[in-house]
């Protein structure tokens, strides 16, 4: 057999081996977890206790009550984003998924905190809105044959 047919026939073996499938789940999969727990873990770390908590606290227990919404919004997708990284999916796709993930969480945690309340809504809508339009696009405009 040619050597060249021998090498690419064994590339296509690597890329179809069970270990490699069952390892690219699992790598999104973390990266998801440790990306979003990073993300917030830095706006705790990068942030202080707001004058806002002592000044108006009427304002601050409602601003942390849309925190708490907007976490459970970030949660669900988070959760939803662990079942689909199950299956197969390209990487300019995963990589969408990822950056809307960890805009959502990373926000919400500012917002949380009571910091940079503007760009921290701003930046929870783009992530939202990023991952409807991936998801949206993300068969590449076809349809599938149940939706005939």
Same mark, same amino acid.
């Given at each position: 057999?040619?050597?060249?047919?021998?090498?690419?026939?064994?590339?296509?073996?690597?890329?179809?081996? #069970?270990?490699?499938?069952?390892?690219? #789940?699992?790598?999104?999969?973390?990266?998801? !977890? !440790?990306?979003? %727990?990073?993300?917030?873990?830095?706006? %705790?770390?990068?942030?202080?206790? #707001?004058?806002?908590?002592?000044?108006? #606290?009427?304002?601050?227990?409602?601003?942390?009550?849309?925190?708490?919404?907007?976490?459970?919004?970030?949660?669900?997708? !988070? %959760? !939803?984003?662990?079942?689909?990284?199950?299956?197969?999916?390209?990487?300019?796709?995963?990589?969408?998924?990822?950056?809307?993930?960890?805009?959502?969480?990373?926000?919400?945690?500012?917002?949380?905190?009571l910091a940079a309340l503007l760009p921290a809504a701003t930046a929870f809508h783009l992530g939202l809105f990023?991952?409807?339009?991936?998801?949206?696009?993300?068969?590449?405009?076809?349809?599938?044959?149940?939706?005939?």
């Open positions: 057999m040619n050597a060249a047919v021998l090498h690419r026939a064994s590339r296509i073996d690597a890329k179809t081996h #069970p270990a490699h499938r069952a390892m690219t #789940p699992m790598l999104l999969r973390a990266a998801l !977890v !440790v990306g979003c %727990a990073l993300s917030v873990a830095a706006v %705790a770390i990068a942030t202080d206790r #707001p004058e806002l908590l002592r000044s108006a #606290p009427e304002l601050a227990r409602l601003l942390r009550g849309m925190a708490l919404l907007k976490g459970v919004l970030a949660l669900a997708a !988070v %959760a !939803v984003l662990l079942w689909r990284f199950g299956q197969p999916i390209r990487t300019t796709v995963a990589t969408g998924y990822l950056a809307g993930a960890l805009l959502m969480t990373g926000s919400t945690a500012l917002i949380w905190q990023t991952l409807l339009a991936v998801a949206w696009r993300a068969d590449g405009g076809r349809r599938t044959a149940s939706a005939h």
